[in-house]
């Protein structure tokens, strides 16, 4: 048997594992979206990608999944980021701006060159475990 305090970031493993199962991730959203934002998602089109935009230097703080779905008909992400820390992640809106723009920019290069370049929306959803939250 393994020795659980060998296991890195253990909740990391146990969150992501269970967030990538459709049904778990969607049962999450569902309940902690804004129901405005819920109404507008078609979760039977939610889709797990295999992209990944946190820099391997944060690779021990923050995992990140990405999902696609559709909002009234468009394409759309949800982009969920899980942070694995006990203080104020101060510079967080900025990171998830890198990271939305990291995005942006590989979708731009996967469209067809006919297809207009427009932009998804990226719905950011930031799981953090510390005791105070700026957000």
């Not at 996967?110 to 957000?135: A, R, S």
Request: charged share 20%; aromatic share 12%.
């Amino acid at each position: 048997m393994k020795d659980l305090n060998k296991i890195k970031n253990p909740h990391d493993r146990y969150f992501r594992a269970n967030m990538q199962d459709l049904r778990v991730a969607r049962s999450f959203f569902e309940a902690n979206l804004p129901q405005e934002l819920v109404i507008q998602l078609d979760f039977d089109t939610l889709e797990l990608q295999p992209s990944s935009f946190v820099s391997p230097d944060l690779k021990e703080l923050i995992s990140d999944l990405l999902y696609s779905i559709s909002m009234k008909g468009e394409l759309a992400y949800l982009y969920f980021l899980t942070e694995h820390q006990s203080t104020v992640p101060v510079l967080m809106p900025f990171r998830k701006l890198q990271y939305n723009c990291a995005l942006w920019d590989l979708h731009l290069k996967q469209l067809p060159e006919d297809q207009p370049k427009l932009l998804p929306v990226i719905i950011n959803v930031v799981f953090y475990h510390g005791t105070v939250t700026p957000y």
